[in-house]
């Protein structure tokens, strides 16, 4: 059973009571996993952000070369964030990918697409519908399993009640979508409208499709006490993205990420899936991504 410290409990069950009118009658459970708690370490690729097509640097990467990285730092997947692949993509870079990653023993965890559904009903919101589900289409061909999305920033010409309310429906269709082709979508506590605990679990409760749940972002609750927040959200998470660092609510600075606390927190949610780091700190990631992974992997194991 997960245990909800009480200020998170009454933030986002306070949340909920304000935004009702958004729940559906049944809202969804937390998913329900049979056996113990299970991860797989991934990498994703935002963590070398600076390096992808950069062909004028020495250490230029292409996603083939990420996956090789993560290869050779002994992972079980890679995340092949959507923002560095070449344009136009086709099919065939996809399946030589997709061949590439089975030859190295590597998993494609998943993939990102960079939407923002919290619009006003229109061509600009159909366009990002359609975004979305070309990804899907990607991620099928690829074999990933899983692509987080985003809500949006809060949006200046509606009301964060409508921007909410239209997200919804738009994930519900991309889900519909996505189930068709065998992929989950994450939605990511990402700030904007979902900047808390209680706003992201409105909205997931509120979308009703199998095919759906939280990327669960460690690094981006602001609050006076993100682990609260993760621990509340941890129930409905189909993806974990881990930072390395912390950032409180009133902070000057952030804080390193407690990793044993983190996986404990998965741990009493009975989470089952990839943990992919993602590396967003001032450091070079050449020199702080494998000690990070060795380290993540010692909390995992432990």
Same mark, same amino acid.
């Given at each position: ?24 009658? %049944?809202?969804?459970?937390? =998913? ?14 935002? %963590? ?13 990467? #292409?996603?083939?070369?990420?996956? #090789? ?10 995340? @092949?964030? %959507? ?6 993509? /086709? ?11 089975? =030859?190295?023993?590597?998993?494609? %965890? ?43 920033? /809060? ?27 065998? @992929? ?73 990420? #407690?990793?044993?606390?983190? @996986? ?39």
């Amino acid at each position: 059973m997960t245990n909800i410290p009480r200020r998170a409990f009454l933030q986002w069950t306070g949340g909920a009571a304000l935004m009702g009118g958004l729940l559906p009658l %049944s809202a969804i459970e937390p =998913l329900k996993r049979p056996g113990r708690p299970r991860m797989s370490l991934s990498l994703a690729a935002y %963590s070398f952000r600076n390096f992808f097509q950069k062909p004028d640097q020495p250490r230029n990467l #292409d996603m083939f070369g990420f996956v #090789d990285y993560c290869a050779d730092q002994g992972l079980a997947a890679a995340e @092949v964030t %959507s923002y560095y692949f070449p344009r136009p993509i /086709t099919r065939e870079y996809l399946l030589r990918l997709r061949r590439h990653a089975f =030859l190295r023993g590597i998993n494609l %965890s998943g993939t990102a697409v960079g939407n923002n559904f919290a619009r006003a009903k229109g061509e600009a919101l159909q366009k990002e519908i359609a975004s979305v589900k070309e990804w899907i289409d990607y991620a099928a061909i690829m074999g990933a399993p899983h692509i987080r999305i985003f809500a949006g920033p /809060t949006p200046k010409d509606i009301s964060v009640e409508e921007a909410t309310r239209n997200c919804i429906e738009a994930i519900e269709e991309c889900c519909a979508y996505a189930g068709e082709k065998g @992929v989950i979508l994450g939605l990511e506590n990402h700030g904007g409208i979902v900047t808390t605990a209680a706003q992201l679990l409105d909205i997931v409760k509120a979308v009703k499709s199998p095919w759906f749940g939280i990327n669960l972002d460690t690094g981006n609750f602001n609050s006076e006490d993100p682990y609260a927040d993760l621990a509340a959200c941890a129930p409905y998470a189909v993806n974990v993205q881990v930072k390395v660092e912390v950032r409180r609510k009133g902070a000057a600075k952030p804080e390193p990420a #407690d990793l044993p606390r983190l @996986v404990a927190i998965l741990r009493n949610a009975n989470y089952q899936g990839y943990v992919a780091l993602e590396y967003e700190a001032a450091e070079d990631p050449w020199e702080a991504v494998p000690r990070w992974l060795r380290a993540l992997e010692k909390a995992m194991a432990a």
